[in-house]
Each structure stands twice: as structure tokens, then as C-alpha cells.
């Protein structure tokens, strides 16, 4: 299996904070574009990871972590600048940070994005009747480890669930590390028996996320239900090839500016009172 690493410039919390990812050449790649979306299943004798060992492991995926469990920093691939690099969410100039929404601690999950994926801004899904939302697949790891940003994990798919986040189709596919120790007893249906309440949870954390910056609740198609597996994805390919060269002056050009902003909202609680 592929291996990756990540190289990091200025602090994180800083406004000028990139996380630029190289492959085992130690070259500048894309974690958008250069990065599989399935794992070669045909390295390491045929036999993905430890514990891919049978059927049930022949389609296993790669996601990019952007947001470690439990934190509250958005951070994630931009898909607009060179190379991609994982940075954090800004708006009107300021860092954005999600919010603790009672009895929850920042993101419940380790979040993640499916390289080579695209939700098109301009295709109407039949199953949301909304259009995407211009941004890779997410996934939601629920595995026992907390991982770290940048990591690239190879996952196994449990299931779907068609959020509709501010009227744009936002699908989240609920995914488990494939070396985790209990990944090979889990299905979708099984979440709730071996994680009891976790996927009301993700369905709640879901709705009501927007609601402390004044926005309305999300929707779901399918009634919040989750579907039991993903059947298919939008891939999108890289439209450009970049040198070594150029993404090597790409990574130069970035501030190294140890600035840190100071934050408050994640030390808040909200209680919705529902």
C-alpha cells in the first residue's frame, strides 16, 4: 500500500497554516488528485493491510483525515489553490470553528475526504433534489482511534447517509479503519449494536451543527435513514500536471508566519433545548 506524508507550514491556528502532503519519493503530490481513490489491492502479495483477509475487504478506499475527533478547527482540502494542501476554513477573513453543541465536543468523528471525488454544483441529485456542494466526499471514521490530520487511512464502507446541509447535497459516508480492532465485525446495521446511540448522534450533530450561527436545521433525503452501502461516487479527474519544480515554488511561496490566533469557541457549550 501507497505511503504519504505531510509537511507542515506556519502553526496550526495561524491564518497562513498549509498542510502540504509528499509521496515516498519525498515528492510535492495532491492529496485531491494524486492520491487513489481505492487501495491496490494487488500490493503486499494481494493482501491490502493486516487484516484485509478476506471478501468482505476487497473494496477498500483511502480518505485524507481532515478533522481529528473531538477538535473543533474546520480544516480542510483546498481544492482551489496548487497542490491542495489542508488548511482551515476562513470566512470574512476570520478562522472558522465549529461548535460544541451539548454533550458534544467538536466533530464526532474523525472526518475525512475521498480523494478524487467531486459533489457537482451544477448536477441536481435525484435522491436530494439539490444540487452538490463543490467539495470532495466526506467521510466519517468511527473507529476506537483518534487519527491525525493528514493521515491517509485505508477504510472500509459501512454505509451512507444523504445529508441536505443549506439546501446543497452533502453526502457522508460512515466508514471504519480498516486496521481498527473491530473492523471486521461491523456493518452499518451493526453500529448500533457495538456503538449504541452513536448513529442518532451523527443524525443529530448533523441537523442541528448551524444552528448557534443563527442558520435554520439541515435536512436528510431517505428520512435520515442510513443506507446500509455507498453504490457509487462522482470521480473527478486532474484536470493539470504540476512539476516538482513548480510545487516546490508553490510550497516556498507560503507564509511561514508563526502568528497564532487566539480562540474561544471551542471552549462554548450550546444547549439547543431539544
Keep these: 500500500m501507497a505511503s504519504y506524508c505531510t509537511e507542515e507550514h506556519s502553526q496550526p491556528r495561524s491564518p497562513s497554516y498549509h498542510l502540504f502532503f509528499k509521496n515516498v519519493a519525498g515528492h510535492y ?14 500490493e503486499e502479495n494481494g493482501i491490502p493491510t493486516k487484516r484485509a ?5 476487497e473494496n477498500l478506499f483511502n480518505m485524507v483525515v481532515e478533522v481529528p475527533r473531538w477538535t473543533n478547527a474546520k480544516m480542510e482540502i483546498a481544492t482551489k489553490e ?3 494542501p489542508i488548511k482551515q476554513d476562513r470566512k470574512d477573513g476570520k478562522l472558522q470553528y465549529v461548535a460544541n453543541i451539548f454533550p458534544h465536543k467538536g466533530y464526532i468523528w474523525n472526518c475525512s475526504a475521498l480523494p478524487q471525488t467531486w459533489e457537482d454544483p451544477h448536477r441536481k441529485d435525484k435522491s436530494t433534489d439539490c444540487c452538490g ?4 466526499i466526506d467521510v466519517c471514521e468511527i473507529g476506537s482511534k483518534v487519527l491525525s490530520c493528514g493521515e491517509v487511512i485505508p477504510v472500509k464502507i459501512l454505509g451512507i447517509l444523504a ?8 453526502w457522508k459516508i460512515i466508514a471504519i479503519n480498516v486496521n481498527d480492532p473491530e473492523a471486521s465485525k461491523f456493518h452499518i446495521d451493526d453500529v448500533k449494536k457495538y456503538k449504541p446511540g452513536y448513529l442518532k448522534a451523527t443524525l443529530n450533530w448533523f441537523r442541528f451543527y448551524n444552528v448557534p450561527e443563527g ?3 439541515n435536512q436528510f433525503a431517505f ?5 446500509n452501502k455507498c453504490t457509487n461516487v462522482h470521480i473527478s479527474d486532474s484536470p493539470f500536471h504540476c512539476t516538482q519544480e513548480k510545487a516546490r515554488s508553490i510550497v516556498e511561496l507560503v507564509s511561514s508566519s508563526p502568528n497564532q490566533e487566539n480562540n474561544t469557541e471551542d471552549q462554548v457549550w ?4 431539544k
Design 223 to 227: 428520512n435520515g435513514e442510513f443506507k
Design 82 to 84: 496548487p497542490l491542495n
Design 29 to 42: 503530490i495532491s492529496p485531491f488528485h494524486d492520491i487513489p481513490l481505492k487501495v491496490d489491492s494487488t
Design 270 to 273: 450550546h444547549f439547543l433545548g
Design 133 to 136: 456542494d463543490n467539495d470532495p
Design 163 to 170: 445529508l441536505i446541509d443549506q439546501g446543497e447535497t452533502d
Design 53 to 57: 483477509r478476506n471478501d468482505e475487504y
Design 215 to 217: 442558520k435554520p436545521e
